[in-house]
């Protein structure tokens, strides 16, 4: 199938503003609209059977991994491990055979992920691939598939993909609290009619490019930046970093920002922005103590929040990005369409080769 780019001049701009159809295609193969319920998916799969879950990936697909994480314990009450595929597959991790091990990637063809599956053949009770590409080795040697169906993807960067695998993780760990009696019925519905409206809320966030683009002009002479997050922002601060250095060639890293004190703040100074992933929801409050002693320290704060977070920061230093509200524990996909837009901006500013970054590949089948 040949893609083109539209009207946009990058791959990575078209499949940033894919993202509202790409989630509405994933959402419906996963959730019954009408009733607000998970349609069948995984039916093989009983969580309430499995004593563990492993989620195996590499580059984005592992910062969703380390996303569904949270969810996983937090709607499943479910101990979860998120493994770097290039490290797990030399591991002699410890395994019951009840677990149920779950293979994040967009090609299906990364070399390491594909070799951690193999790895766990026979070992553990459920092996699950959640890929854009149905007919790919990982999907092909895994028992079971979810799809993230959001199209082809060209630019190297990931970006709808990572959005639609989030959705599919989403799904899956609504489905494991259900299973293990965790996630009611009621739950059920308020948890999938809050992520159905994600598609909606994109589109209201890919609105606000301009201010975005004001957001990357800010970055753009930056030698390195800091991302922060709390709860399941913190590895979308991760992934929002990796983002900036795949296409932009800065410095960039993700912390938890309750962990800035321990190392990261001895980085800061007016020449390290410091964009800060604030949705108001019960870490708000702490990121505020935490973005204070970066201010104290002259660091120059980019808040993203939301209308609520945004009230509550009229006292406090640094510029504000206002989103629309989004569910507490769906926040993350909405802010990681702010962060690829930081990323691209940044980019497309330097002159950098956007959709074909130095050094890096699409996907990656050696070891
Ligand atoms: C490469 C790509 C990344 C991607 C990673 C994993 O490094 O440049 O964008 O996240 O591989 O790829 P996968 O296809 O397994 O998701």
């Not at 998916?41 to 059977?49: N, V």
């Not at 990364?110 to 149905?134: C, G, M, S």
């Not at 890293?253 to 321990?262: I, T």
Request: proline share 4%; aromatic share 6%; hydrophobic share 45%.
């Amino acid at each position: 199938m040949s893609v083109d780019k539209g009207p946009y001049q990058h791959f990575m701009a078209k499949e940033i503003h894919e993202q509202p159809d790409s989630l509405r295609r994933a959402l419906l193969g996963l959730v019954d609209h009408h009733s607000c319920k998970l349609k069948p998916f995984l039916e093989e799969i009983d969580f309430a059977g499995v004593d563990r879950v492993l989620l195996v990936a590499c580059g984005t697909a592992h910062y969703a991994c380390h996303i569904a994480k949270y969810w996983l314990e937090d709607f499943a009450g479910l101990p979860v491990e998120v493994e770097i595929a290039s490290e797990f597959r030399y591991r002699n991790v410890a395994l019951s055979g009840r677990e149920i091990a779950i293979f994040v990637s967009q090609s299906g063809e990364t070399a390491d992920t594909l070799a951690a599956l193999n790895h766990l053949r026979n070992r553990v009770a459920h092996r699950v691939a959640v890929v854009n590409v149905p007919t790919s080795s990982i999907a092909r040697e895994a028992e079971h598939i979810v799809e993230i169906q959001a199209g082809p993807e060209i630019g190297v960067a990931s970006t709808k993909a990572f959005t639609g695998q989030l959705i599919c993780l989403a799904a899956l760990a609504v489905k494991a609290g259900l299973q293990r009696g965790t996630v009611s019925q009621a739950d059920e519905q308020n948890l999938l009619s809050n992520l159905t409206m994600l598609p909606r809320q994109i589109t209201e966030i890919l609105a606000l490019d301009g201010a975005i683009q004001a957001v990357a002009k800010d970055l753009v002479d930056a030698g390195d930046v800091l991302f922060l997050g709390r709860g399941v922002m913190y590895p979308l601060a991760l992934e929002a970093a990796l983002k900036l250095k795949e296409i932009s060639y800065i410095h960039a890293e993700g912390y938890a920002a309750g962990e800035l004190k321990h190392g990261p703040i001895a980085l800061i100074d007016q020449s390290v922005p410091v964009v800060v992933f604030a949705p108001s929801d019960e870490h708000f409050e702490k990121l505020v103590s935490n973005g204070k002693e970066v201010a104290a320290r002259g660091g120059r704060l980019i808040w993203v929040t939301d209308p609520k977070g945004a009230s509550k920061l009229k006292d406090v230093e640094g510029s504000v990005l206002k989103v629309p509200e989004a569910w507490d524990a769906w926040a993350p996909i909405a802010h990681a369409v702010v962060a690829q837009l930081i990323a691209y901006h940044v980019a497309v500013l330097k002159g950098t080769d956007v959709d074909q970054p130095r050094n890096l590949a699409k996907s990656v089948t050696v070891e």
